[in-house]
């Protein structure tokens, strides 16, 4: 089974509006992360969630965990068109130090 | 801000060859990690490494695939005898602590082309 699955795959949208991603995930958590990746670049860390808790906000972003659904969602408001990228979640569990990561939505913001 | 470098940014070797990425893991982490990013597909785990042995490595981690942290600030992984499919984007990361409560920075990324 897949461990961490995200929709849309893409998303375009106008500058000014906002973002929404989400993700599913089949395990117990110990955390989830989001990450966003620029084309062919490095991964920049976004933002982490713990599994006791249900919202963090991070500027424009906000993210949300519900772990009775196993999934999470990303909020970015007012998008901008730097916020092209791909977003990715990753999960931490117990017992391990891996981070398992979704298939990613692809984000495009027109200016 | 500290950040971890890899080297080199792109790497192309004939199919056999055997290549080694580097990496600087962030000077007061203790947990190294590798993963790859076939073009187009998910990030992958490949091997994490602390108090300088293997914590822990993936299916896709083999004999043909080896890790070494040869001084205190360099973080190797070496690939024996390359195949096509080992064409990807290979990411170092490293965290302060477990992954429980620590973000694992990465790094940007060396694409490894095997032709």
């Known amino acids: 089974s897949q461990q961490g699955e995200e929709d849309p795959q893409a998303l375009s949208i106008q500058e000014g509006e906002n973002a929404t991603m989400n993700c599913s995930y089949k395990?117990?958590?110990?955390?989830l992360q989001w990450y966003r990746q620029n084309s062919g670049r490095g991964l920049v860390h976004l933002i982490l969630?713990?599994?006791?808790?249900r919202e963090k906000h991070s500027g424009r972003l906000r993210v949300t965990l519900d772990t009775s659904k196993k999934s999470s969602s990303l909020l970015i408001t007012a998008s901008r068109a730097a916020d092209t990228a791909s977003y990715f979640c990753?999960?931490?569990?117990?017992?391990?130090?891996?981070?398992?990561f979704g298939t990613g939505t692809r984000l495009q913001v027109f200016p | 801000e500290p950040e971890v470098t890899q080297t080199p940014s792109h790497q192309v070797t004939q199919m056999g060859q055997e290549v080694i990425l580097r990496c600087v893991p962030i000077s007061n982490h203790l947990y190294f990690y590798w993963y790859r990013q076939i073009l187009g597909q998910k990030v992958e785990f490949l091997v994490s490494?602390?108090?300088?042995?293997?914590?822990?490595k993936s299916e896709i981690f083999d004999d043909q695939f080896s890790v070494e942290r040869p001084d205190g600030s360099n973080f190797t992984l070496k690939i024996r005898s390359t195949k096509l499919e080992d064409s990807a984007m290979y990411f170092c990361?490293?965290?302060?602590?477990?992954?429980?409560?620590?973000?694992?920075?990465f790094g940007a990324g060396t694409r490894l082309s095997v032709l």
């Open positions: 990753a999960t931490s569990s117990y017992n391990t130090d891996k981070l398992i």
């Open positions: 395990t117990s958590i110990n955390n």
């Open positions: 969630i713990r599994s006791n808790e």
């Open positions: 490494f602390y108090n300088n042995e293997i914590s822990e």
């Open positions: 990361a490293s965290s302060r602590g477990t992954s429980g409560r620590n973000i694992q920075y």
